[in-house]
């Protein structure tokens, strides 16, 4: 905008001119914006954006325009009453949020989920268990012991005297049996 358009523009604003009032508001709204950003706390930020600010004035000096004949001598008279009127509004805005924000526990503080299996997993796992004991023989119960304390085929197979190869294909085959086993109906009741 040209220090020559403003005055023109200013009396189309004056006059209602939507078009006009949009013009002036991209001129000033990055420049608003950023005042707004300075002064905004990060905690703030979730409340409310330097945008909401700047709308929020934007709207009653379009109504200071149109019905109270507000008039400005310059760009210059018209940027400074723009930018006080932001920073009142930003004001007010962080009073309104103060307290709430005051209240608020960040999340730093609160107490985390534990990481502890609940006693339904437990359960289930337990269960789990003793269908994969009652799959397998007794030889290779300390094999299954071994994984699920962790333990590699490599590691396994070096404990219990086994080819690395052989402790995967009896894994490989328990948790078939275990998957076959699943796949089935339960029997039914022979009384019903």
């Given amino acids: 905008m040209t220090r020559e358009s403003l005055p023109l523009l200013l009396d189309k604003l004056c006059q209602g001119d939507a078009e006009a ?12 914006r950023k005042i707004v950003r300075r002064q905004l706390p990060d905690r703030l930020r ?14 009653d000096v379009l109504e200071g325009f149109r019905h109270a004949g507000w008039r400005f001598r ?24 103060r307290r709430a924000l005051e209240r608020e526990i960040p999340l730093s503080g ?9 006693p339904s997993e437990i359960v289930r796992a337990n269960d789990l268990w003793e ?25 396994i197979a070096a404990r219990v005297g086994l080819h690395e190869d052989s402790v995967r294909r009896i894994l490989r085959e328990l948790a078939q049996k275990l ?3 699943e796949s089935r109906p339960p029997p039914s009741d022979p009384g019903e």
């Avoid at 954006?49 to 004035?57: F, G, M, N, Y």
């Avoid at 920073?87 to 949020?97: E, S």
């Avoid at 609160?110 to 609940?118: A, M, N």
């Fill in 21 to 32: 009032a949009e013009q002036v508001f991209k001129v000033y709204e990055p420049y608003l």
């Fill in 46 to 59: 979730a409340k409310f954006d330097s945008l909401d600010i700047v709308q929020s004035v934007w709207l």
């Fill in 74 to 97: 310059d760009a210059e008279q018209l940027r400074t009453f723009l930018v006080k009127a932001t920073r009142h509004r930003f004001i007010d805005r962080y009073r309104q949020h």
């Fill in 110 to 118: 609160v107490q985390r989920p534990s990481t502890q299996p609940r």
């Fill in 131 to 155: 269908r994969l004991l009652a799959l397998c023989p007794p030889e290779h119960h300390d094999l299954l012991r071994l994984k699920r304390d962790g333990l590699s085929a490599v590691d």
């Fill in 179 to 181: 998957a076959l086993q």
